[in-house]
């Protein structure tokens, strides 16, 4: 790929989805306002804020100019906020922040130093108590990818933090956050993403300080549809990828499991359903599944795969409370 800097006119947006955060957005914002590179614009999203979020955005927009605050008015999520951030963007990067992290004053520059192309997307690492355990280096989508998925356990690490979007692209093919989903809009943004690109880079940088709240969405219980819908994108972001090696796609098929376990026992289990719905989501997840999910699964899904392809849905509800006490 050739070099192709950013240049000053060249802007980057930053993002901040912001609800409820009055009392870490000043350090956030600070963090971004520091910067060592000084060329972007910041999105400050107010998802319909009920502390005083939306009083400190406004002040902290009179004094810096960079700063655009837009009110949503009404809570709509945190999807349709980052949307709203992307359809008033105007900088030829992206990057989101979340409105309770913070980053160093080098954030924004280490990422510009590195860039080369639109179809190359940069990532750094996120210190969440201590950074994660990447192997730092380029990788093409096209002869790298098991590489990088196993050895970096990159679905794992599919927020849009920490990441080095190109609007142009996101713009062009339409990616948006999964408005109606409540957990792995994420992930599913990232993955499609990944469909319009050649190549990853991931950065020997940890700029990007996580900050795990009571407010985390990894402490709510999601719904069926939630959990499947993600499933189903991973399953249809295998088939684009049609990966052959026997590594990778045990790799994918494990992954997939976990989202088809945390269905049954999130969205199932987890919601005391009664038995005439637990078998109508029992019968999608059964649909959904096929032999490679047998194939490349240990002997403990090997037995959930055949007790859901037999309809055993009782002994398997039986099977995973019983693990479970």
């Not at 998925?149 to 080095?164: D, H, S, V």
């Not at 319009?196 to 969405?217: C, G, Q, R």
């Not at 819908?229 to 972001?237: E, G, I, M, R, S």
Request: net charge positive; glycine share 4%.
């Amino acid at each position: 790929m050739e070099k192709n800097t950013l240049e000053e006119n060249m802007n980057i947006s930053v993002i901040i989805p912001v609800y409820n955060s009055a009392s870490t957005l000043q350090k956030c914002v600070d963090s971004i306002l520091n910067q060592t590179y000084p060329y972007f614009e910041l999105l400050l999203i107010n998802d319909g804020s009920s502390d005083h979020s939306l009083e400190i955005m406004k002040t902290l927009a009179e004094k810096d100019g960079r700063i655009k605050v837009i009110d949503k008015i009404k809570n709509s999520g945190v999807s349709d906020t980052r949307n709203t951030g992307i359809s008033h963007s105007t900088g030829k990067i992206i990057c989101f922040i979340d409105a309770d992290d913070w980053v160093e004053k080098n954030y924004l520059q280490v990422f510009t130093e590195h860039y080369q192309s639109p179809a190359l997307l940069l990532i750094q690492n996120i210190i969440r108590g201590k950074p994660r355990d990447f192997l730092y280096k380029a990788y093409s989508l096209k002869s790298d990818f098991a590489e990088l998925l196993i050895r970096n356990n990159l679905l794992y690490f599919g927020g849009p933090c920490a990441k080095f979007f190109d609007r142009e692209i996101i713009i062009q093919n339409n990616i948006r956050f999964n408005e109606a989903v409540s957990y792995g809009e994420d992930l599913m943004f990232f993955m499609e993403y990944l469909k319009h690109i050649e190549a990853v880079k991931i950065l020997d940088a940890a700029l990007y300080h996580y900050e795990f709240t009571d407010n985390s969405l990894s402490r709510v219980r999601h719904s069926f549809s939630s959990l499947f819908t993600l499933h189903t994108a991973v399953q249809n972001f295998i088939l684009f990828q049609q990966q052959k090696g026997k590594a990778i796609r045990k790799y994918l098929y494990n992954f997939d499991w976990d989202m088809i376990e945390s269905s049954i026992d999130q969205g199932i289990i987890g919601r005391n359903l009664k038995k005439e719905e637990s078998s109508e989501y029992f019968s999608r997840i059964r649909k959904s599944i096929g032999i490679d999910h047998f194939l490349y699964a240990r002997y403990y899904r090997k037995v959930l795969f055949l007790l859901i392809k037999t309809r055993q849905y009782r002994l398997l509800l039986s099977l995973k409370k019983f693990l479970k006490t």
